[in-house]
Nanobody, 128 residues
Framework: AVQLVESGGGSVQAGGSLRLSCEVS????????MGWFRQAPGKKREGVAV???????SYVESVKGRFTPSKDNAKNTLYLQMDSLKPEDTAMYYC??????????????????????WGQGTQVTVSS
């Protein structure tokens, strides 16, 4: 069975950095889309960054220039480097995967319903 396990969340002060990891097991093909989503209390879940099967990346406007997703196919792991963190970045962060995936990163970013596989989430808290 496919499993996604996130790690790397925590509490930091504004301006700090965190690196989230999402290790995937039970899957080794390379036809996937993978993404990071987040949900703050009382808010809808939103797409943060998605990498599609052609390694194209799409970001939500609020994190451009600060967050960088990457994949290590050899380790079956997705990462999210988060720099210059802001209090408004505070949320539960989830990684998600869809395979096979024939949509672009741009199309997938706003469509969490396209992703059938999800991790359990990791909390990120940014204090001012």
């Amino acid at each position: 069975a496919v499993q996604l396990v996130e790690s790397g969340g925590g509490s930091v002060q504004a301006g700090g950095s965190l690196r989230l990891s999402c290790e995937v097991s039970g899957y080794t093909a390379r036809t996937d889309c993978m993404g990071w989503f987040r949900q703050a209390p009382g808010k809808k879940r939103e797409g943060v960054a998605v990498i599609d099967r052609n390694a194209r990346t799409s970001y939500v406007e609020s994190v451009k220039g600060r967050f960088t997703p990457s994949k290590d196919n050899a380790k079956n792991t997705l990462y999210l480097q988060m720099d210059s963190l802001k209090p408004e970045d505070t949320a539960m962060y989830y990684c998600a995967m869809r395979y096979p995936c024939f949509v672009t990163a741009f199309q997938a970013l706003g469509r969490d319903d396209l992703f059938p596989y999800w991790g359990q989430g990791t909390q990120v808290t940014v204090s001012s």
